[in-house]
């Protein structure tokens, strides 16, 4: 093994660092579908319904549904790693998912928003949803800072682990619009 990978494992349990590991591909795809879902729902309007008694004027377009799937799988894998954390004294993945999760949705009403500008709604949950989002980015950011209580060489372990979540988050994203395009 290289000293880096011995680093990252030293003191770790394996099966809490691939889960942890797991759950940020998880965490990117869930997030792909809720951003990719909340698109094509804003592209008819903004609300849609399918079936039941109340049938809406507006159905929902394809993909709609996987926002309904992608924030609860998202959500309890990354609480799943943020205790997986704790015990493994790696960076909690709650906080960057936090940001980037409302940091995306905010975005989407803002670029909605501004396109139409009689969608001033939009644009307020825009700011709201970024208002959000604030602070967990300190947070995040501060996980990278080293602390005086840290074992030696714990600081360039956090900033792998933050490195780790940010690369298979993004794979995540990849593999959830590459199937939310199929899917659609």
Request: hydrophobic fraction near 50%; aromatic fraction near 14%; charged fraction near 10%.
């Amino acid at each position: 093994m290289t000293d880096e990978v011995q680093t990252l494992l030293s003191g770790r349990r394996p099966l809490v660092v691939v889960f942890q590991a797991s759950s940020a591909l998880v965490a990117g795809i869930g997030l792909a579908w809720t951003y990719y879902g909340q698109r094509v729902v804003m592209d008819v309007g903004g609300s849609c319904a399918d079936g039941g008694p109340y049938v809406s004027a507006q159905p929902c377009p394809d993909g709609a549904g996987l926002m309904a799937v992608g924030i609860p799988v998202m959500l309890l894998f990354v609480i799943g790693a943020t205790f997986a954390a704790t015990i493994s004294e790696t960076p909690l993945p709650v906080f960057p998912m936090w940001a980037v999760l409302f940091g995306t949705l905010g975005w989407n009403f803002l670029e909605y928003g501004f396109a139409d500008p009689k969608s001033v709604s939009w644009i307020v949950c825009g700011v709201v949803f970024w208002l959000i989002a604030a602070p967990a980015v300190p947070l995040t950011l501060g996980a990278l800072r080293s602390r005086s209580t840290d074992r030696p060489g714990q600081a360039g372990v956090r900033v792998y682990w933050i490195s780790i979540y940010l690369g298979l988050g993004a794979i995540g994203w990849g593999l959830g619009w590459w199937s939310f395009d199929s899917w659609t």
